[in-house]
Nanobody
Framework: QVQFVESGGGLVQPGGSLRLSCAASGFDFSTLTMTWYRQAPGKQRERVASIASGGETEYIESVKGRLTISRDNANNTVYLQMHSLKPEDTAVYYC?????????WGQGTQVTVSS
């Protein structure tokens, strides 16, 4: 059974930092691209950052230079280090292997950026 469990969210002031974690299980983690998504209230879910099995990364323009995706294949975990957070980063963050996009989503982790 494919599973994704996100953690690490919270309330942070603008300019602050957070580190999100995602524990994956039920598939061969090291061979697949992993992606962080987010969904803000009233908006569609969007892709934020991806990391390929070989470590290549991609980011949407609005987070470049502030968010960093990384992976630990030994522990089937993907991370999202977030710096210089802005109110527009407020959302529920999810991780997933796009290969399993149609499988059930995890519960996500709430990130709220507010003073």
């Amino acid at each position: 059974q494919v599973q994704f469990v996100e953690s690490g969210g919270g309330l942070v002031q603008p300019g602050g930092s957070l580190r999100l974690s995602c524990a994956a299980s039920g598939f061969d983690f090291s061979t697949l691209t992993m992606t962080w998504y987010r969904q803000a209230p009233g908006k569609q879910r969007e892709r934020v950052a991806s990391i390929a099995s070989g470590g290549e990364t991609e980011y949407i323009e609005s987070v470049k230079g502030r968010l960093t995706i990384s992976r630990d294949n030994a522990n089937n975990t993907v991370y999202l280090q977030m710096h210089s957070l802005k109110p527009e980063d407020t959302a529920v963050y999810y991780c997933k292997a796009p290969y399993y996009y149609r499988d059930p989503w995890g519960q996500g982790t709430q990130v709220t950026v507010s003073s």
